[in-house]
């Protein structure tokens, strides 16, 4: 276990004291969150650079936006 001490503005402090967002339960919670979707822009990222560099068609944007739309509607979601 890591104890981490915070300095933030009273105000900042007290409203986040009200609304629960200082408990360790939360606060882990949030850094959970943040890290998963720093994680998750890092794949898109190099799922990108990959795909920039494979040959292939390259697609419109309104095609791309199409097949988003199709795989968000299709219905076991592949």
């Known amino acids: 276990m890591t104890t ?3 300095e933030l503005p009273e105000d900042v ?3 986040a004291r009200e609304v629960g ?5 939360r606060l882990t919670g949030m850094l959970d969150e943040a890290l998963l979707r720093q994680q998750a822009g890092q794949r898109f ?4 650079e990959r ?3 494979a040959d292939g ?11 988003i739309k199709e795989m968000r509607h299709s219905p076991d979601g592949d």
Do not use: G, Y
Request: hydrophobic share 60%; no cysteine; aromatic share 4%.
């Open 4 to 6: 981490i001490t915070l």
């Open 13 to 15: 402090a007290a409203k």
């Open 21 to 25: 967002l200082l408990t360790p339960e």
């Open 45 to 48: 990222f190099a799922a990108a």
């Open 51 to 53: 795909a920039s560099q």
């Open 57 to 67: 068609p390259v697609l419109s944007e309104d095609e791309v936006v199409a097949m």
